[in-house]
């Protein structure tokens, strides 16, 4: 009998979700894609286990795995093919810690920013793209509960009155930062080969940067403030680096 395939659960135009995408892509482990819709999948994380109620949430078997960084631990242990490990023990430390600053600052500030310019009055255009790949009782009830879902979302992810202007200064201290790594003509934010800080940081900031390997579907059009953003940092060096590492890694 033909195993099933693990479920990565997501919301499609999750940062995150993107991070855990890449890493099963890049270990080449098939997976099948599913949609929880917010407010719903804190219940149904809870259901299955999980320890807290974000995604993305790798289920295969009995095992439960959240959080991107973990579901690239969990794919590394399955790839037999050390060549594709994105933890070299050269450069660990750094990348270790470019990971987590990314994790902690930058994809924090990236939502942030794109919630406070559409949650208040372009929820329609939120609200596609994280029920993309919910289907049946799970979208209905999504929907039933999205009044509540919007409401906590602005709470949970601090949508304030100057809270866009905010992450927008924080985002420009992350990129000077990386910036000024990368200002040497490395090719790689730690080390000589692809490794998860450079997964990491591509993936938290795709959304800005548009590589073409993003899938549509995987991102949100927004107004024109966010559009400003995006041709303001167009040509950024740090964004013409995402660019790049999705051309070189991303490409099917």
Known sequence: MAMANPKLVTFAASHYCEKARWA???HKIAYDEVGWPPGLHQIL????GAKHSTLPIELDGDDVVQGSGNIIDW?????????????PK???AEATEIERRADEIL???VRRLAFSVLLPGYANVVKPALFYRASGWRRL??????????RVMMRLYDVKPGSAAESRAKLEE????LEAKLADGRTYLAGDRFSRADLTVASLLANFARPNELSARHAMSGP?????DVDRWSERPVMRWVRRQYEMHRAS
Request: aromatic share 14%.
């Open 24 to 26: 099963l892509d890049w």
């Open 141 to 150: 009830a999504g929907t039933m509960m999205w009044p509540v879902s919007w």
């Open 75 to 87: 794919a590394e242990s399955k790839d037999q093919n050390r060549d594709r490990s994105l933890s």
């Open 107 to 109: 994809g924090i500030h």
């Open 90 to 92: 050269a450069n660990r």
């Open 224 to 228: 024109q403030s966010l559009a400003a």
């Open 174 to 177: 992350e990129f000077d930062w």
């Open 45 to 48: 994380a809870k259901r299955y």
